[in-house]
């Protein structure tokens, strides 16, 4: 955890403010996440981002994969256990956020996808944290382009902060993808999203949705509440939920993303 001195006061907020404010409160203490895994990645000495991992699979990749780590992680966890699918034809790129300041901590530098400004109600988002970091995802599709990878054959994907970049970039961006995957995460700037007059995008790809219903740092309900917005534009999303799991992963979840990986992206 990156402030674990503000976990109690969650709970009494939960029950207090807004959608958007809650979502702030709750992941500026995610920090480490793939704790299914046990495996905690520290920060690297760049301030820029570095090469993403890239799990090769068993034969030609012929689909990818991009997923998105939380805030304070580094893509070698989720590549791991990628690597333990064991994929025949999905290559699977894990890449690290870039080293920034995170204000709510004081302005301490780590692994970050965007800012996180704020507690109060009148908390801004910060939109271009996210707008940047959805502008880099949007590179590494058009690499995995470059390299012979179909748009319709790339997921993009993250957990927690990752997972709201590519929620972001899948439904508010014109960069054509082949499904999204988001754990534990939620929509950020759902504003835009709730906005009947806004242009969404990919609204007819497959979505899988999974959360925790314990999860104390993204809440269930809030992650609940962004399947239904997804819904309004895009209405076969998939949401799964998993008792007693809180703001982590746990082998049934892994089964279910396996088993959504290879029913999107069939061989070919």
């Given at each position: ?40 990645m ?33 893509g ?16 699977c ?8 300041p ?53 997921i ?90 809180g ?11 396996k ?10």
């Amino acid at each position: 955890m990156i402030l674990p001195s503000s976990t109690p006061k969650i709970a009494n907020l939960t029950h207090k403010l807004g959608f958007s404010i809650i979502v702030v409160i709750l992941i500026i203490v995610a920090g480490s996440t793939f704790e299914y895994k046990k495996r905690f990645m520290g920060a690297s000495s760049s301030h820029n981002m570095s090469p993403p991992v890239k799990v090769q699979p068993k034969e030609k990749a012929t689909a990818s994969l991009i997923f998105l780590h939380g805030l304070g992680d580094t893509g070698h966890g989720w590549a791991e256990q990628f690597r333990d699918f064991s994929f025949k034809h999905i290559r699977c790129v894990c890449p690290h956020a870039p080293q920034k300041p995170v204000s709510l901590n004081g302005g301490m530098i780590m692994p970050s996808w965007f800012d996180i400004r704020g507690l109060d109600p009148g908390s801004a988002e910060d939109e271009q944290g996210i707008k940047d970091s959805s502008r880099e995802l949007q590179q590494l599709i058009a690499k995995e382009i470059s390299d012979g990878i179909p748009a319709e054959r790339i997921i993009i994907g993250g957990f927690s902060q990752g997972g709201a970049v590519a929620l972001y970039t899948a439904f508010g961006t014109d960069t054509k993808v082949g499904g999204v995957l988001a754990l534990s995460t939620w929509l950020p700037m759902n504003k835009y999203f709730t906005n009947p007059t806004n242009t969404k995008y990919n609204t007819n790809i497959p979505v899988l949705q999974c959360h925790g219903t314990s999860d104390p740092l993204v809440s269930f309900r809030w992650g609940h509440a962004t399947n239904e917005i997804i819904k309004t534009f895009n209405p076969t999303a998939q949401f799964k939920s998993y008792s007693n799991l809180g703001h982590s992963s746990c082998a049934s979840e892994m089964e279910d993303v396996k088993q959504f990986l290879q029913d999107v992206l069939k061989d070919s």
